[in-house]
Nanobody
Framework: QVQLTESGGGLVQAGGSLRLSCAAS????????MGWFRQATGKEREFVAF????????YYGNPAKGRFAISNDNAKNTVYLQMNNLKPEDTAAYYC????????????????WGQGTQVTVSS
């Protein structure tokens, strides 16, 4: 089992920044990396970013390109999502997830999920 706990969400004005954290515990050695997804009210959960467990290579979905950065602190078993130049359309619940296998952009590839942290961007 893998337990994931997100933190760092909140209310921010457009153009501001937030850093989300995802602390992992348990059998993380059975996973291939960590991803971030987000889900706005009434919309599908969408892929934001992924970082590989083997070499810390980052991958970004369209919402994140050019504004977000994913990083990993192996000593703390924590993954971060630095979000800059936030826009009202970034408002969503953000979830971290541990990749069990398969495509990094598919929700079904992730076997473990955190409870989510809410990000609200005001205009």
């Amino acid at each position: 089992q893998v337990q994931l706990t997100e933190s760092g969400g909140g209310l921010v004005q457009a153009g501001g920044s937030l850093r989300l954290s995802c602390a992992a515990s348990g059998r993380t050695f059975n996973t291939y990396g960590m991803g971030w997804f987000r889900q706005a009210t009434g919309k599908e959960r969408e892929f934001v970013a992924f970082i590989s467990r083997s070499d810390d290579s980052p991958y970004y979905g369209n919402p994140a390109k050019g504004r977000f950065a994913i990083s990993n602190d192996n000593a703390k078993n924590t993954v971060y999502l630095q979000m800059n130049n936030l826009k009202p359309e970034d408002t969503a619940a953000y979830y971290c997830a541990a990749l069990s296998g398969g495509s990094i952009t598919l929700k079904s590839s992730y076997g473990y999920w955190g409870q989510g942290t809410q990000v609200t961007v005001s205009s």
